[in-house]
Each structure stands twice: as C-alpha cells, then as structure tokens.
C-alpha cells in the first residue's frame, strides 16, 4: 500500500488537465481531465455534439471519436464546418477528393483524431476499439468522446446506465485519459431553453464522474450556457444556476468557442 508520497511520485500524468479549449470553463478552473469520466447532458439539438467535436478537434491530442449517433459522411461534414467555419452548403461542396481544402483539413485532424462508427456497442467492444488506437497510435488515447451514453447502455433503465457509467469510468482509469460522454436529459428539461440541473440527466448517470456538464440555449441564438452542476476540482451548484458559463456557438458552422 503506497504512501501518499509514493502514490505522487507514481501518479505520471493521471489527472492532468487537458488543453483548454473552452476559456470561459477554464476561468473558472474547470478542465477535463486524464484518468476521469465527464458527462455533457442537454435537450436535443442544444449543441453538445458541437462542443464534443470542437473539443476533439482543437485539444491537439491523441482522440478517439466514438460516434454512434451519426454515419460517416455526416460527421466528415460537421468537421470540415468546425475545422474551416464552412456553412453545410460549403462544407458538402467541399467533400471531393480533388478538393485541397478538405484535403488539407483530413490531413491535419487525422494526424490526432481517429473517428469510429460502431453501432450500440458494449464495453467489451468499445475496449476493444481503445486497445486497436493504441495498437495502431503507439500509444492510448489522451481523449475519448462517447457519444452517446444511451447506445452503451443499450436499455432505458437506471440499473442499464450505471452499470455503463461505472464500465465507462473504469476505462477512463485504467487507459489513464479523459472520457467525455454525451448525455440526454428528463423529458421536463427537453425544451432547451430550461436550466438543467445534476438530478435532470437521464437516469442520474452522474455518480461516478467527476465532471458534469448540462447545456442550455441562452436568450441569443448564438450563445448556450454550461452549467457546472458537479465538479471535483472547483466550485459546481447541482442547481445548475449558481455556477453558469456562456460559450458562443454558431450553430450553422458548426463552431464553438
């Protein structure tokens, strides 16, 4: 049994924070982190997605992009949007092998990012997809993005989520690398526009993680607040109103800062 010293000195970089991308969370000292489980919950079409994808794409380290809510060509789509600030319309034109702009693009993210499609997978699965990046990177990812909480669990029920939040925190420590998951809300939350609180994440799959995220639009179209309603490492209101960040999301882009 180590000593606290000991346990120090071979911790390596177990719960260090990730590159921030979000400075509005960073003032307030909030950062996701190796070796914890994050959960994001919000309405659909809120943006959590959003701020998944230009978290993986603009921390600038080794990622695995778990997309079980999307296919190929419409997360290749979403990127290119964040990536360049394309409309949809843009970015769909731009999709051509003869195109130098999403070549470019490709080239730069693929370089970190590895993007994955499977379809309601389990943990065992999902280990496996971990173990194959670091078969094929050298070395585990410093990310992992599951969207979405729902597809793992692969039932409706409490027991179903808790049973995947533990599997999915267990990950997060063993491959020592933060794994962000993404979350829906109770029915009475699903308008959008209503401050989530921690108890409003579906089937209270917040137990076991560190960080707790919940989104809603603010009064502006271009702007949702994050609420900190769980936080192990700085202040958090389960409310969901005493500790709020706005962050600006251009929805049509597909861009968030």
Request: glycine share 8%; charged share 20%.
């Amino acid at each position: 049994m180590p000593s606290l010293r000991q346990a120090a000195r071979r911790s390596g970089s177990a719960g260090l924070p990730l590159p921030t991308v979000y400075r509005t969370l960073g003032d307030k000292q909030v950062q996701f982190r190796r070796g914890h489980l994050h959960v994001v919950a919000s309405a659909p079409g809120v943006g959590k997605s959003v701020l998944a994808i230009n978290l993986a794409i603009n921390a600038g380290v080794p990622t695995l992009y778990l997309a079980m809510d999307g296919d190929e060509t419409s997360m290749s789509i979403r990127v290119t949007q964040a990536w360049n600030g394309f409309t949809r319309e843009e970015a769909e034109a731009e999709l051509d092998i003869t195109s130098q702009k999403a070549r470019r693009t490709f080239d730069t993210i693929d370089e970190y990012v590895r993007w994955d499609f499977p379809g309601s997978p389990d943990m065992v699965e999902i280990r496996d997809r971990v173990w194959a990046f670091a078969e094929l990177w050298g070395e585990l990812p410093h990310l992992i993005v599951v969207d979405n909480m729902m597809d793992v669990a692969g039932e409706e029920s409490f027991p179903a989520y808790s049973e995947a939040e533990q599997a999915l925190c267990a990950l997060a420590r063993i491959a020592n690398t933060a794994v962000v998951v993404l979350a829906h809300v109770n029915g009475q939350y699903e308008d959008g526009r209503t401050t989530i609180p921690l108890a409003g994440v579906n089937f209270k799959a917040t137990k076991k993680s560190s960080l707790v995220l919940t989104v809603c639009r603010g009064a502006f179209s271009d702007t949702v607040f994050l609420s900190v309603v769980k936080c192990r490492e700085a202040a958090a209101d389960p409310s969901g109103l005493g500790v709020r960040v706005p962050v600006t999301v251009d929805y049509e882009r597909m861009m968030a800062s």
